[in-house]
């Protein structure tokens, strides 16, 4: 429930997201407070190029419906988030203050008008939340003066919302006290990918049939953005490697690397390891990709995988992982031997042994059933409603009601 004062909430995020949406949905539906979202840019609801995916994207899940929300007009030359003037909303400010918030939850600093905002509610004396999910994973250390400047902004935030260990460490070692440190774990919208929901397993069932893979069949998994910092080759190949003769890899997405994909496909066929590439699948069609796996493997190197929420998704549909030491939510989601398997990306056939030694346990029932049911019980403790009682911990922290 909310706080008795039911706090007034701005919310400032680049654009709505499939992840984000529903919990804005959910914290409308299950708590009292007055929430708004300033939404800096209308990607993911009109059909926009994807740098990164390389192709158009529009998300086929509803991500407006059920809370209160709005769009500033975005006058960037070239929106998005690759630089700092991709989000550039001369009026935001102006509407925030119209709607007089409590409390202002900004996602992210490293844009034009999200340090807008936070000038202005430092200057209205609005109290700043912030989240965000950096991490110092895979990356040398900040020199001295990016250190001071982030002390400084920190220090500007009343609380913040950390999203698991290592973005907890990040925030330490820029000097935030824990009592402005907040639990608030990444989380996605666990009804959307319920083993139960109703077509999920069919679909599933009906794509094994139409990909030819055989009942016994070992799936390896892996679904995303087709970039070298998420591996998808270094995959295949470690793949490749192993061989297995009841096991394929079906890996779903687009971008730049396909076409060294395709190749390793055809020649992994070659000698005998199957390979099976699917293009991009958009939001709803994922539970049923997921729940085709015995294996969700994301293998990113150095900072680019702040969390990985799509290990998230796998794992509510009880599929147990396999991820590098610097996907950021290794420490909180996947512990070797019990929820998975994890490897160092800078040891030489580190992927490929790991590989190996997570097949051969999911070749023991008793092994698979051991590690699903502890996947259950992991991914139980990261819900819309324990990111909710982390914001609801930060708005209490900072007293009554103005």
Known sequence: MAPPHSPRVAVVLS????????????LRAHT????????LWDFGVTARPDPRFGKTIRWDVELLDGYEHEFLPNESAHPGAEHFFG????????RLAAWRPDAVLVFGYKWASHLRVIAWATLARVPILFRGDSHLIGRPPPGAAKRLALRLLFARFAGILCVGAANRD????????ARRLFGAPHSVDAAHFDPGRPGTREAATAMRTQLGL???????LFAGKFTPAKQP??????????????????????GPELPRLQALSAAAGAGGARIILLPFANQSEMPARYLLADLFVLPSRGPYETWGLAVNEAMHLGVPCLVSTEVGCQRDLVTPGETGWVFDPGAPAALEGALRRALDDLGREEVRAALRAAVARRIAGYTYAATTAGLLNALESLGPRR
């Open 233 to 254: 080759a270094e995959l295949a190949e470690a793949f490749a490697r192993v061989a297995p003769p009841d096991a394929a890899l079906v890996l779903v997405g687009d």
């Open 214 to 220: 055989a009942a016994g069949t070992r799936v390896v």
């Open 15 to 26: 654009h709505p997201t499939q992840y984000y949406s529903p919990w804005f949905r959910w």
């Open 32 to 39: 009292g407070l007055e929430l708004r979202v300033f939404y």
């Open 170 to 177: 990040y925030f330490e070692a820029f000097g935030v006290p």
């Open 87 to 94: 989000f550039k909303n001369p009026g935001l400010t102006r």
